[in-house]
């Protein structure tokens, strides 16, 4: 038994294997690559103000994804700062514009929205929104 040398059907039978995993893992390998190629589909657009709609960039929301602000502590009316939904802050997706609803102008990355919080007992919390920093704050010299 010692010095034995497999049938030429069990090495015949191993290379169709070993050739089937080859196929296999390129398959696995090869379908993976081509998802993280294609162009992620546009983003529905929405009216900003609308509920759902990020008020910089006016994508609607999907579900789970929340606009990032701030909140300040105080009484009544509350100050507010908006910086974006996850499609337009910290950066930008390709296609998304960042804009002011106030003065319609270009909001930058490092930019927020400055806006008012109203809570009402037994209601929903309103916001109104007052600008960006760009036309809200005055110019420093």
Do not use: W
């Not at 008012?116 to 809200?136: Q, S």
């Amino acid at each position: 038994m010692e010095g034995m040398i497999p049938g030429p059907l069990y090495v015949i039978f191993l290379v169709i294997i070993g050739v089937a995993l080859l196929i296999f893992a390129y398959g696995i390998f090869r379908g993976s690559d081509e998802a993280r190629r294609r162009e992620p589909k546009p983003r529905e657009r929405g009216k900003p103000g609308s509920p759902g709609v990020c008020p910089i960039c006016g994508t609607v929301l999907g579900p789970g994804e929340q606009i990032k602000s701030a909140v300040f502590p105080g009484a009544g009316e509350r100050l507010l700062h908006v910086f974006g939904c996850p499609h337009c802050h910290p950066f930008a997706e390709r296609g998304i514009e960042r804009n002011c609803p106030v003065c319609k102008k270009k909001v930058p990355a490092e930019a927020y929205l400055i806006a008012r919080l109203f809570e009402r007992p037994h209601a929903k919390r309103h916001v109104h929104i007052l600008g960006c920093v760009n036309c809200r704050l005055p110019k420093r010299k």
